[in-house]
């Protein structure tokens, strides 16, 4: 039955940048479908591992800085597959953003921003591959791209290298991995209102000028990206891959 193609028993996720925000929304939808979870972030984790326990997963938190990813991937794969037995599923979630114009914009920035966006799931996702691989029973990586994988964006050149890098990484994995079964997609999340987006919703003048330009009229939820998410996770989307697909409330048609 075609709802089955959806459930994810019996897999194992990891999602990064799991403990607020989009992240936890993507932890608890891949749980609620059947999963097992590893949530991997710098911050306290324990509401998302709440839900998730209560959802009667079972569940993994990993402490790690994923701007030290070529460290850090090693050992957030290698403690999973102990811990858990596997790796089915990989969301590369975690990500900030640093705003400053581009004739000032710091190295520091650019290259904290570049890091965390850009070079952890490449690295993570190197050692998920080689685990999927060596599992022999495919797998799924879903990479968080953005609408600045599409557009330039103002005052963010760190965050749009980064971005527009990752759809183009969505391809390259999608090409040499594809013979694995293994499925890499992006999900480029259109304005959510999140920690993230704090400061412009904070700002009237942009708030508005945000609000007038999506077409379904208001700020996307972390609940509206979990969804697309579990489809990309799942056998529901075996003949999808190197793409990136945007949940933007219509903001791209515009
Ligand atoms: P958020 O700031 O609420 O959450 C980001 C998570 O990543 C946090 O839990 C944070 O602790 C974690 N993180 C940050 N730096 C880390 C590090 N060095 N190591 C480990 N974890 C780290 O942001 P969000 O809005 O939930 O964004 C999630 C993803 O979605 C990001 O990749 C972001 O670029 C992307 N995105 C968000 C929006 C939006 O409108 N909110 C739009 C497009 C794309």
């Known amino acids: 039955m075609i709802l089955d193609k959806f459930k994810l028993d019996g897999k194992v996720a990891v999602v990064t940048g799991a403990g607020r925000g ?10 609620e479908a059947g999963a097992d979870v590893a949530l991997v972030d710098v911050i306290d984790q324990s509401e998302t591992a709440g839900k998730i326990k209560a959802l009667g997963r079972k569940v993994l938190t990993l402490s790690a800085d994923l701007s030290k990813g070529e460290e850090e991937a090693p050992r957030i794969i290698a403690e999973v597959v102990k811990e858990l037995g596997g790796v089915d599923i990989l969301v590369n979630n975690a990500g900030i953003i640093k705003r ?28 998920a591959a080689k685990q999927m691989i060596a599992q022999g029973r495919g797998g799924k990586i879903i990479n968080i791209a953005s609408m600045l994988s599409f557009q330039g964006g103002i005052l963010v050149p760190g965050y749009a290298a980064s ?15 594809a013979k694995y079964n293994i499925c890499c997609n992006a999900i480029a999340p259109g304005y959510i209102a999140t920690e993230n987006t704090r400061p412009i919703r904070e700002d009237a003048a942009r708030n508005k000028a ?45």
């Open 22 to 31: 989009i992240g936890q929304a993507y932890a608890i939808g891949l749980a």
């Open 100 to 127: 400053e114009p581009f004739t000032e914009h710091s190295a520091a920035n650019w290259n904290l921003v570049l890091s965390i966006n850009l070079s952890a799931p490449f690295f993570l996702s190197q050692q």
């Open 210 to 254: 945000i609000l007038d330009r999506i077409p379904a009229g208001r700020w996307g939820t972390p609940e509206d990206l979990a969804a697309l998410c579990v489809f990309l996770a799942s056998p529901a989307s075996d003949y999808m891959n190197g793409y990136t697909y945007a949940c933007d409330g219509g903001w791209l048609a515009r």
């Open 163 to 177: 971005k527009g890098g990752i759809k183009s990484l969505t391809m390259l994995m999608a090409n040499e991995l």
